[in-house]
């Protein structure tokens, strides 16, 4: 019984684990608000944006996926693509992007 018990509480923590890191959004404003003034200005990226791009290198394909509930506007995805670009940080293909 206790077995059964612990492989139950470790099965639904897992499971609790799996729904936190689905559910996370991935928010351009949020995540790296230091590169939406060289993503709207057209402009070179700070070195503030280059870190956090590198930081949340794993949301940017949700920043441009028309699917997602937090993206930038369209005429702002190549920009992202250059910004990030710029700083290095590689830019993976995107099933959903327009």
């Known amino acids: 019984m ?3 018990t612990s492989l139950l509480a470790i099965i639904v923590a897992m499971m609790f684990l799996l ?3 689905r559910g996370q959004d991935c928010d351009p404003t ?3 608000p230091d590169c ?3 993503i709207e200005a057209k402009g070179s990226p700070s070195p503030r ?3 956090l791009l590198n930081q949340h290198k794993g949301c940017l394909c949700k920043y441009i996926d028309i699917n997602h509930r937090f993206r930038l506007p ?3 995805h190549q920009q ?3 910004i990030a670009h710029t700083c290095g940080v590689f830019f993976p293909f995107c ?3 327009p």
């Open 30 to 32: 949020q995540d790296i």
């Open 49 to 51: 944006c280059c870190e």
């Open 95 to 97: 099933p959903n992007a």
């Open 74 to 76: 369209q005429e702002d």
């Open 19 to 21: 729904v936190v890191a």
């Open 80 to 82: 992202l693509r250059i």
């Open 2 to 4: 206790k077995n059964t």
């Open 36 to 38: 939406i003034p060289a």
